[in-house]
């Protein structure tokens, strides 16, 4: 080892703004899909394997044909991997923190919300990269949007709002659970009733009442419906509204509490 | 009254609880600027703990302390300004590259994109890993590692740099590499505040040490004073017949007319010896009562011989680092 670069001193610079500090955590997260691709093979094979699965499978049974079915899935199953998507950055954060890496960057004069907007870049990517990869997925197998770009754009909007919102919660989750695996089976074990006892897969027609009474207020199927409407141009701004309902409370509520248990921890 | 100027560290009555468990408990600490200062204990002493308050990453519960003039309650922020920490396990970012971490690092200091490369390429070969520098740090074996973890508290040169046990789990090599490190740091005018326990490592390095147990100061001093407590040596006899284990304990109390300690199995006995003619002459005495020996050595005083003499207890077995 040499000496030099030591000795010589290196000042402070000026202190860098809330914003700059949270792009360098951006810019991580970027690193890491380059470094590790693989991530994004676990994101995407369960959507695939499910769309796959019930367009060919179950589809002509549940719709008469699988093109139909197909139709009806797809918007669903864009949500799907979005919610499933939020438990692996929850992992990620608790991984970060068994690591002791946080406490580097808690001991750094920077702005503290920071490494969280960082980790929400990165969320916001994955969301995008699997969104467009299953997108692609259903228009090589038939599904057509029928309004087009706009409301192709218009749905991922809303993706990415949901995305943002149900990522607070595995934020949380993160901070106050010691190990990755416990975050994935909690979180796993919260999302499935989610995502099953919803309209993604099957019209709740057919579901016995009390079940269809849950089926209709799961957030999962207000933000279903509103995902197909904005894709088939049929969406209406009361559906809209009622599927950004859980991704501003989530936010309104759970930034706050990040904070404070991060202040605390 | 504030702390004189020439303390880098000033500390008062720090406590911090978990729970029921207090694990400081009141601690005071003076460290000058520009020295190294060890911080010696067991394990669960309290003294990443400590550490950890130091550096704004937990708040005390009671106490108060400065860092380079910044009250740590009063201006977190500004205390964050003039340390870093390295911590007992690699604070670093698996995933990346070696320069990667040095180069996030150095932004969010704010450095700009070529300034923070400039910097991460200096460390990167000061710290002997210019070669690992486009490698996954999950790559790295535990003394690259170390480096590179102690380079990441290097990209603004700190005023106070705390480093927790930072050799432990290397191996001799890299050990050297580390301690050679330290010392350079410190002779460049940076605050060094280690905790290690291992009296040898507080021996080789520091100015002065504290020793903590409990959560409480027990002792503090040059480690000349320390050892002082202890003996300058310990002599390590291990008698060849079991049954005369007792006769040979009995007649090293007498002849040097302190306490002999016995190692967990109860084979080897242990007692400090003022100097080497002492030694030499409790070596005789047993060889002359007719006590073979199957093996004995002289060693430095370890840390569980720095307790006893100074607490007259020995560490409890699960807590012995020897």
């Keep these: 080892m040499t000496t030099p670069a030591l000795l010589r001193r290196v000042d402070r610079p000026a202190r860098p703004s809330a914003l700059s500090n949270a792009l360098v955590f951006g810019w991580r997260a970027v690193l890491k899909f380059k470094h590790v691709p693989e991530q994004l093979f676990d994101l995407v094979m369960t959507p695939i394997m499910f769309t796959l699965l019930f367009t060919f499978v179950f589809g002509g049974a549940l719709a008469g044909t699988p093109g139909d079915y197909l139709q009806f899935f797809l918007p669903g199953i864009l949500v799907q991997t979005v919610m499933f998507n939020a438990v692996y950055s929850g992992m990620g954060l608790s991984t970060d923190f068994q690591k002791g890496l946080f406490d580097r960057f808690r001991a750094l004069p920077i702005w503290s919300l920071a490494p969280f907007a960082g980790l929400m870049v ?144 | 009254m504030p702390p004189s100027p020439s303390l880098a560290i000033s500390a008062r009555g720090l406590v911090k609880r978990f729970g029921a468990m207090t694990a400081v408990a009141g601690i005071d600490l003076d460290v000058p600027r520009g020295t190294i200062f060890g911080i010696l204990g067991p394990n669960g002493a309290g003294k990443t703990t400590l550490l950890r308050m130091l550096a704004t990453l937990i708040a005390p519960d009671a106490g108060s302390a400065t860092v380079m003039g910044h009250d740590l309650r009063a201006a977190p922020d500004a205390v964050r300004g003039v340390i870093a920490m390295t911590g007992q396990f690699a604070s670093l970012d698996e995933d990346l590259t070696g320069r990667e971490n040095l180069v996030m690092l150095g932004r969010l200091w704010g450095f700009g994109r070529q300034a923070a490369g400039a910097r991460a390429d200096d460390l990167l070969a000061a710290f002997a890993l210019s070669d690992a520098a486009r490698r996954q740090v999950k790559t790295y074996s535990g003394g690259m590692r170390r480096r590179l973890d102690i380079a990441a508290s290097l990209v603004i040169t700190p005023g106070v740099l705390f480093l927790d046990e930072p050799t432990t789990g290397l191996d001799p090599a890299a050990r050297a590499g580390v301690w050679r490190l330290i010392r350079d740091l410190a002779a460049s005018g940076v605050t060094i505040l280690l905790t290690t326990q291992y009296l040898e490592e507080a021996d080789q390095l520091a100015a002065r040490i504290a020793v903590i147990d409990h959560g409480r100061k027990i002792a503090e001093g040059t480690s000349r004073e320390l050892k002082a407590t202890t003996g300058s040596g310990t002599l390590h006899v291990t008698p060849a017949q079991a049954a005369q284990r007792d006769a040979a304990a009995a007649l090293l109390a007498a002849l040097l007319g302190t306490t002999v300690g016995r190692s967990a199995e109860g084979a080897q006995l242990s007692v400090a010896v003022p100097d080497a003619a002492r030694a030499n002459a409790a070596l005789a005495a047993l060889i002359a009562a007719d006590i073979p020996l199957a093996d004995f050595a002289m060693g430095s005083p370890s840390l569980d011989e720095v307790f006893f003499a100074l607490t007259g207890q020995p560490l409890p077995p699960e807590e012995a680092t020897a």
Excluded: C, E, Q
């Design chain 1, 122 to 265: 990165g969320d916001l990517l994955r969301h995008l990269i699997a969104g467009g990869i299953i997108l692609t997925i259903g228009l090589i197998l038939g599904y057509r949007p029928d309004a087009g770009l706009p409301g192709v754009i218009g749905a991922f909007a809303l993706l990415l709002a949901v995305g943002f919102g149900t990522g607070w919660i595995f934020i949380v989750l993160g901070l106050l659970v010691r190990t990755p695996m416990t975050v994935m089976t909690f979180g796993f074990t919260v999302m499935f009733p989610l995502i099953f006892a919803s309209n993604i897969m099957v019209d709740p027609a057919t579901m016995p009442g009390w079940l269809g009474g849950f089926v209709a207020v799961n957030p999962v199927s207000l933000i279903t419906t509103a995902m197909r409407g904005l894709m088939d141009g049929s969406a209406s701004a009361v559906t809209i509204g009622l599927a950004l309902i859980f991704p501003v409370a989530m936010t309104a509520l759970l930034a706050p509490v990040t904070l404070l248990i991060y202040r605390r921890k």
